[in-house]
């Protein structure tokens, strides 16, 4: 939990009551208006100051609550800003575009589905954004799905649950530096314990789209030829861009600390594009804050490589600032202890602390929709919790990803799902029988839990 004194103790009820209030102003704006959750959340804040001060606690101590939310924050803050960095100096060293490239030439005819679900899973990973990989590769994946006359729902759970999986695995996605900071271990830490989850949800995954996809096909893959040709054309696909890569890899198996992982990378990055381009220095500082803008004649192409920067993530950023100052006064209000100690008896054993976290990441994404917040609150929620019954913080870290992260994009009115379902116009209940990678991740982590493997202790 957030280390903030309660300053008034609502009885549950009460308690009870704000969180419902509090749930359906996010409800409401981000389902039935389309709102970003930055302006539900602003407004839930001052409602709390609000009942604060009728609670007679001194405006300062809801202000040092915001605050402490708020540092909280700090360390995955500097995290985003690298990252954004990261993926632009990987762009214009052709780190990116050369691993999409290679990725796309593994699509053959046979085992359709499960080709689509490995290479979302390498464009995801390589990229670290789950919605740019359904909104470029995944949008031409369904084109030749359409094209060849096979199942829409199945190559979307495909598409869906390889660009998740990229998301949880990259060192450069914000949900997994989040989950990471937010419990306080190194990020690499963080990705080589969820593989226990994640490894065996993949390879059940790849099984099932390899039987489900169809054995002949004799439909042209002329859309995937285009995307490769365009690529090329943009002269950023050369063999010594993988380099960055490899560096990224012995860092971590290094141990090196993320902060300076991300740096060191970035600086080899723009060290290897000038290898094949003779970008200026203000060039170059242009594309790290703005982001790289591309000029292809072909849109898909220019949607996924025109991304990156420090503005990039200013929308998550200041997304975790309000999530967490929110939290801070959750907490300094008495708010979440209430609610807590009501059912923190029956949280005696690693089963059930874990099994509570699990329906608590998939609880706020259901009713809350926001991937953000389903790893910001249950993880703050249940962190002290890990604590008492001997658990590292790494286990809280890897529910939250497969009770948080995951789950998103199978909730109908969530940010994820929304957005998926009109880039890709395949509702979110068609492809959710389908988004066999998703479904495992709540599944698999309270069967290891109540298995007792793969749990590491204190």
Known sequence: MFRTEA??????WEAITLVLVIIGIMSISIIKFNAPPHVPILIIVILLIIYGLLKKVPFHHLQQGMVNGAQSGLAAIFIFFLIGILISSW???????????????TVTSSFFFAVVFIITCIVGMAIGSSLTTVATVGVAFIGMASAMDLSLALTAGAIVSGAFFGDKMSPLSDTTNLASSIVGIDLFEHIKNMAWTTVPAFIVS???????????????LESVQAFQSTLLETNLVHWYALLPLVLLVIL?????????????GSIFGIALSFLHDTLSIAAILDILFNGYVPDTTNEDVNALLGRGGIASMFFTITLVLLALSMGGLLFTLGIIQSIFAKIESSLTTSRSVITGTAITGVGVNTLIGEQYLAILLTGETFRDQYKKVG???????????????????????????????NVLGVST????????????GPILTVFFAWSGRTLSKI
Do not use: M, Q
């Open 391 to 421: 658990l590292a913080p790494k286990n809280l870290a890897r529910a939250i990803e497969d009770s948080g992260t995951v789950v998103n994009p199978l909730i109908p009115w969530s940010v994820c799902g929304i957005f998926i379902t």
């Open 252 to 264: 971590s198996i290094k141990k090196v600390p993320a902060l300076l992982t991300l740096a060191i």
């Open 206 to 220: 790849v099984i099932a789209y390899a039987i489900l996809s169809p054995k002949h096909i004799t439909a042209s």
């Open 429 to 440: 209940v068609d492809y959710f029988p389908f988004a066999f990678f998703c479904l495992l």
């Open 7 to 12: 300053k008034t103790t609502p009885v549950f």
């Open 91 to 105: 762009i214009i060293s052709g780190t990116i575009p050369t691993l999409i490239y290679y990725g796309f030439s």
